[in-house]
């Protein structure tokens, strides 16, 4: 990257140069950069990856715009700098790589609704590195949401509630409660046959403290299907209290994409969600996603298995996904 900045650049508040040598453009007040001149790639310095880490912390989503360099197999060797890459459990991944595309022509490629992905196991992915592939000419942002900053500015009542909670998280939720447009029977038969052949559930804590920042954050979204030891009622209820804060648009970042644009999120500080209101244009993404930890509530608990396959290590899932790829 160019170590030359016009002056006008240094002067801009919107720039936070915390960051070694990054340049990064505040996009919101409480979440998201663009990170400005740099090219992702597995190369990366050890300092300059060392700043990009601190960032992301900080930022929960970095955005990186004209990564045309980037191909499938140089963006999954840039993923694996964060840690080890794993494949989605259930969606068979292209060509025998990790990656998830998210193809809108087929009819489980459009993510929206509030998420973070893959809480229906236990030790959810930690990062989640999304390269625009195909773009539509207009629509289809996507939104980020900032769920340590939604704890945060919680009343000390609701604070203390939320810290008790634990929930289920389950692929197999349901699919098409929250959904406005027609959800297509294509697309419900799709997300059963594919997203949910194998049925996995985790129970996580609501409250969760981040193993880097420490932060606590609020673990929600739509895999969440009902708090443990509530009816069903009591759970939709609660569950609209909480994360109606984390998506208060004070929390959120919304990114527009272009071609080959580039965005990394900490997924154990937000949620997204991927606007769908594009139409027949065609939209492809595709995703790396790199393993995490179990999350860990407020006294020290980790998220624990309820259900899950037979074929239940990453190992044999790899090897069982590569063979239905
Ligand atoms: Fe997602």
Known sequence: MSHAHPVDVL???????????????????????EVLGLALGADLSTDTFAALQSALLAHKVLFFRGQAHLDDESHQAFGARFGRTVA?????????????ELDASKGGGRADSWHTDVTFVDAFPKISI???????AYGGDTVWANTAKAYERLPDALKRLAEQLWAVHSND???????????????????????????????????HVHPETGERALLLGHFLKKFVGLSSTESARLFELFQSRVIRLENTV??????????????????????????????????????GETAVAVDGQRSRTRRRPEASNDAQLDALITRTA
């Open 11 to 33: 002067a801009d508040a919107r720039i936070d140069t915390r960051f070694g040598d990054l340049r990064i453009r505040r996009l919101a007040g409480h979440i998201g950069g």
């Open 88 to 100: 989605h459990p259930t969606v068979p991944a292209p060509n025998g790589t990790k990656l998830f």
């Open 130 to 136: 999304l390269r625009g592939v195909t773009i539509p």
């Open 173 to 207: 939720y349901d699919y098409g409660a929250d959904r406005t447009d027609a959800a297509t029977d294509d697309r419900l038969r799709h997300h059963k046959e594919v997203f949910v052949s194998a049925v996995y559930e985790a129970e996580h804590p609501l409250v």
């Open 254 to 291: 919304r990114w527009s994409w272009q071609q080959d644009d580039v965005a990394i999120w900490d997924n154990r500080a937000t949620q997204h969600y991927a606007i769908n209101d594009y139409g027949d244009q065609p939209r492809v993404v595709r995703r790396v996603t790199v393993h």
